[in-house]
T-cell receptor
Framework: DGGITQSPKYLFRKEGQNVTLSCEQNLNHDAMYWYRQDPGQGLRLIYYSQIVNDFQKGDIAEGYSVSREKKESFPLTVTSAQKNPTAFYLC?????????????FGSGTRLTVV | AQTVTQSQPEMSVQEAETVTLSCTYDTSESNYYLFWYKQPPSRQMILVIRQEAYKQQNATENRFSVNFQKAAKSFSLKISDSQLGDTAMYFCAFMTNTDKLIFGTGTRLQVFP
């Protein structure tokens, strides 16, 4: 079955470490997105990519980095520059234009700083 | 700036009753799309219903329907015959031709037996 796979489901990071969250899709979607979810704040866009080897900053990109070397993969690195990384991270993908289908979401990664 | 506002942080409803979740948005665009997503305790985001702004007819998906008022920039979700499985966070979202979804802060719905 086609879908989006995020791994790991839970991730613990020590302060000062970089960590990478994986996002893979086999839907042949062109566009991929990373959102951060915090209680009471909804989902906020971190980065998005509409084509391989190209990506743009979202609303809260500081302290994060991404790459899009393959259509199927859009990993997110949370760097030590991100001051408050504890959150739930959601990856999504879509065809472009997206209006007919909306986004397909992964099941998320819960990142905790210890 | 384009924004989405959900003014009800929490709602509750008894099983089999009807509940309406509110959503307003702000945009200067004339062509856009609106969505309601459901996030159950599993935290998987599920598309519930969508509406094209250029269509006057309100979208309906089984027990879920919307009341789209374009002039008022309002997009409420009505859930009829509520079921225990409807317990979830509900997010209203807005999209223009940039293909980016902008989400509201969500409404937590609890369905009681």
């Amino acid at each position: 079955d086609g879908g989006i796979t995020q791994s790991p489901k839970y991730l613990f990071r020590k302060e000062g470490q970089n960590v990478t969250l994986s996002c893979e899709q086999n839907l042949n979607h062109d566009a991929m997105y990373w959102y951060r979810q915090d209680p009471g704040q909804g989902l906020r866009l971190i980065y998005y990519s509409q084509i391989v080897n190209d990506f743009q900053k979202g609303d809260i990109a500081e302290g994060y980095s991404v790459s899009r070397e393959k259509k199927e993969s859009f990993p997110l690195t949370v760097t030590s520059a991100q001051k408050n990384p504890t959150a739930f991270y959601l990856c999504a993908s879509s065809t472009t234009p997206t209006e007919n289908y909306g986004y397909t979401f992964g099941s998320g990664t819960r990142l905790t700083v210890v | 700036a384009q924004t989405v506002t959900q003014s009800q942080p929490e709602m509750s409803v008894q099983e089999a009753e009807t509940v309406t979740l509110s959503c307003t948005y702000d945009t200067s665009e004339s062509n856009y799309y609106l969505f309601w997503y459901k996030q159950p305790p599993s935290r998987q985001m599920i598309l519930v219903i969508r509406q094209e702004a250029y269509k006057q007819q309100n979208a309906t998906e089984n027990r879920f329907s919307v009341n789209f008022q374009k002039a008022a920039k309002s997009f409420s979700l009505k859930i009829s015959d509520s079921q225990l499985g409807d317990t979830a966070m509900y997010f209203c979202a807005f999209m223009t031709n940039t293909d980016k979804l902008i989400f509201g802060t969500g409404t937590r719905l609890q369905v009681f037996p």
